[in-house]
């Protein structure tokens, strides 16, 4: 769905960018005040309210997403979506670098050389427009930022869009209002048809989230970072064989350079995947080893009292410690316990 979004902002044609954004942002909290109201999920409103500090980290992401998603809607309804595809193949490299700055994560040999051959590409896509290409940095900068807020934030991705977008409600309700007296709202001017188109961005926002973050919970990390690659992979091929954006060689070449640093990126998490695994697997086997070599080691309890007078004496109490048991009932295993 994320992959196939640059279909749908085309449509939304001829209201803007901006005022598209603010739809985007009005009918979101919309869409999920009802899921969440269908879910019962509230309580997490209190506990958000009560944290001055999860106040200001949900205005910062909802300030940061905003320039993301009217800045990819821009770009889209402007014929730049390769340029724009760029900024999410770019987003891990940059997201990795905003670890190292500002978490001081350690890096590993080869996620290193993914960031230098990520840098690599920038420049010689700078050097192939002309300019930084300051829209696929824009985009990558904002979305790794928007990622680093959200894990500092911990909160569910239903409950923190609903968040998000409490937060942007106001502002965008007032720049449609105060657009509407300026009669420049394509909102009920343009039919009924474009007026629904408007009001679904709140869905067009909110249903891929929703199955993120379903998918998130039941599919193995590594399993999801590659699937993410998909949503640019879509982007780039929609902005070549449908949108027929032009690729100069050194677009192409800026672009194999990105991809040459995520295959590297790729093939790290996979390898340092499958150690854990080994390491895990190794672990249980010691351990599983150790249970069993104490068990084996561990006395056993007796087994049916053997003839013989120390045996005789534990199995039948006597009050004449020279007599001799009798076979009886009371020959046999020792019962549990007693």
């Not at 909290?29 to 106040?55: H, N």
């Not at 080691?297 to 013989?308: D, E, R």
Request: glycine share 8%; proline share 7%.
């Amino acid at each position: 769905m994320w992959g196939l979004v640059p279909l749908f902002w085309p449509l939304l044609k001829p209201a803007g960018a901006v005022e598209i954004l603010a739809h985007r942002m009005v009918w979101s909290l919309v869409f999920i005040g009802v899921a969440l109201l269908a879910l019962r999920r509230w309580g997490w409103i209190r506990e958000l309210v009560r944290s001055p500090r999860k106040l200001a980290l949900i205005t910062v992401a909802a300030a940061v997403i905003s320039v993301n998603w009217g800045l990819y809607i821009w770009s889209v309804n402007t014929g730049r979506v390769v340029e724009a595809s760029l900024g999410y193949f770019i987003n891990p490299l940059v997201t990795i670098a905003l670890g190292v700055l500002v978490l001081k994560e350690r890096l590993r040999p080869a996620q290193w050389a993914a960031v230098g051959v990520g840098f690599a590409a920038v420049l010689v896509l700078a050097i192939g427009y002309g300019q930084p290409p300051w829209i696929s940095l824009t985009l990558a900068f904002s979305f790794a930022v928007y990622g680093l807020v959200k894990k500092k934030l911990n909160l569910g991705g239903l409950e923190s869009l609903a968040a998000e977008t409490a937060v942007q409600f106001l502002p965008a309700l007032g720049y449609l209002v105060w657009i509407g007296t300026q009669s420049t709202l394509t909102f009920g001017s343009e039919g009924a048809g474009h007026a629904a188109l408007l009001a679904s961005t709140g869905i067009v926002t909110a249903v891929p989230l929703v199955c993120f973050g379903a998918a998130a919970i039941r599919v193995p990390l590594s399993t999801l970072g590659l699937l993410q690659y998909l949503a640019p992979t879509f982007q780039f091929l929609l902005g070549i064989l449908y949108f027929h954006e032009a690729m100069p060689p050194e677009r192409w070449a800026g672009f194999a350079l990105v991809w040459l640093a995520l295959t590297l990126l790729t093939w790290d998490a996979l390898r340092t995947a499958r150690r854990s695994r080994a390491a895990v697997a190794a672990a249980s086997a010691e351990a599983f080893a150790t249970v069993e070599a104490a068990a084996q080691s561990a006395p056993t309890p007796a087994a049916a009292p053997a003839a013989g007078p120390t045996a005789a004496r534990a199995a039948i109490p006597t009050t004449d410690p020279t007599a001799t048991p009798a076979a009886g009932p009371t020959a046999g295993p020792a019962r549990p316990g007693l």
